[in-house]
């Protein structure tokens, strides 16, 4: 290969690494502000819902606190944007399978399905070790610095937490392609926006969950924000969307579901009325 040819392989692909990595970039920085700033507007505009279903009520996120999780934010999606990256250019190198075409409903479905349950596991081993006393100030005591949690808690870590959490992507599509899955591109949005979605959603502050929820088999299983609330004040609670390792291994905090039943059939304060001004 000529010196010339040389030099243009290698602009190329200096250019295809930045545009890689500028994509991560924009797609999970606007990930993070759509779902945190969506329900932010929420919460606001339905203000006497989220005070009547606010989970600490004697305890409010300050100034400090956004500033601090909107900061460490940026970096956490810094973080997220170079494994976008490796997993892109996994891609273009064949380490990694991944279909950008149409796919089956049912493929779709078991892939989803696969790769929640999949990180729902991940997720439940990391945070425990993250909280073993020799890892915790390192990894994970900057998350818990948001006693009171907001939707804006989500991506709060630390530069090394940030990278525990986002190493499952790359390593499951690793794994998978070694078995030769080719993981369809619409079941890793799918599970990207759902993982997004659901971790603001924990952080909410309030209950987001309808009454009945913790007492109904069909969704018992289902984690709500009062479980992972609970996790910043009391530090039990390590599942991420669902609660079956937490009551397999004894995490679950004994008045869950006591706590989120209170929260849910608490009745709206009334609000002050107006006192009439005496006839003249």
Do not use: C
């Not at 692909?13 to 545009?19: C, G, I, K, P, W």
């Not at 505009?45 to 409010?60: D, P």
């Not at 790359?170 to 890793?188: C, D, E, H, N």
């Not at 995490?251 to 107006?274: I, K």
Request: zero cysteines; a positive charge; aromatic letters at 16%.
């Amino acid at each position: 290969m000529t010196t010339a040819a040389t030099q243009s392989a290698l602009e190329y692909a200096v250019s295809r690494v930045a545009d890689h990595f500028m994509f991560g970039i924009y797609f999970d920085l606007s990930r993070y502000l759509i779902a945190a700033g969506v329900l932010t507007a929420f919460l606001l505009v339905f203000r006497g819902f989220a005070e009547a279903r606010r989970i600490q009520r004697g305890r409010r996120a300050s100034r400090t606190d956004y500033l601090r999780e909107i900061g460490s934010s940026m970096r956490t999606v810094v973080v997220y944007a170079f494994v976008t990256l490796a997993i892109l250019v996994g891609r273009e190198t064949g380490v990694i399978l991944l279909s950008i075409r149409e796919a089956s409903l049912w493929t779709l479905v078991w892939q989803i399905g696969l790769i929640v349950i999949a990180h729902d596991a991940w997720f439940y081993w990391a945070h425990r070790a993250m909280h073993h006393k020799r890892l915790f100030r390192a990894t994970h005591l900057h998350h818990h610095k948001s006693r009171t949690p907001t939707p804006w808690t989500a991506y709060s870590f630390t530069m090394t937490e940030a990278v525990i959490e986002v190493a499952f992507v790359p390593v499951f599509l690793f794994i998978t392609s070694q078995l030769g899955i080719a993981y369809a591109g619409y079941a890793i949005l799918f599970f990207i926006w759902h993982q997004m979605i659901r971790n603001v959603m924990a952080h909410a502050g309030s209950e987001l969950f309808p009454a009945g929820w913790v007492d109904n088999p069909w969704t018992s299983w289902i984690s709500t924000t009062t479980h992972h609330d609970l996790h910043h004040s009391s530090g039990h609670n390590f599942g991420f969307y669902f609660t079956f390792w937490d009551r397999w291994m004894g995490t679950e905090h004994p008045r869950y579901r006591e706590a989120f039943r209170e929260v849910t059939t608490r009745r709206r304060e009334p609000q002050p009325q107006p006192v009439p001004e005496p006839a003249e």
